[in-house]
């Protein structure tokens, strides 16, 4: 058996630097509508490409948001069905263990009060 890497895997690096893109193109946009020229003129600047400024800061800060991101998903959990709650703590055995009756546990309901 190949452990050759399938077209999906190989790509998720086109996928993020096309979403880091859309993005940087998105807020690009916003800020040249905003300012209404390519190049911002202020008070004592002449010239100042914001637009091209903003593009590249958002184009970068995504880019790391979504790597640091996936540094936090292991790839091989990655492609497998969660059969229970993700956030539910596990028994020695991998099992769910039983919280109790709190919210969302599927334990019994606390009794309702009684009206006077």
Do not use: C, N
Request: charged share 15%; proline share 7%; hydrophobic share 50%.
């Amino acid at each position: 058996m190949t452990d050759k890497p399938t077209r999906r895997a190989l790509l998720r690096p086109l996928h993020i630097l096309l979403v880091a893109f859309g993005s940087a193109v998105f807020a690009s946009v916003i800020t040249l509508m905003t300012t209404r020229d390519l190049f911002y003129m202020a008070d004592g600047v002449e010239t100042f490409p914001i637009t091209f400024v903003v593009f590249g800061a958002t184009f970068i800060g995504i880019l790391l948001i979504i790597a640091l991101l996936l540094l936090a998903v292991d790839p091989a959990e990655f492609d497998e069905k969660v059969t229970r709650g993700v956030l539910l703590p596990t028994d020695a055995d991998g099992d769910a263990a039983d919280g109790g009756a709190g919210a969302g546990s599927g334990g019994t309901p606390p009794a309702a009060p009684k009206v006077l």
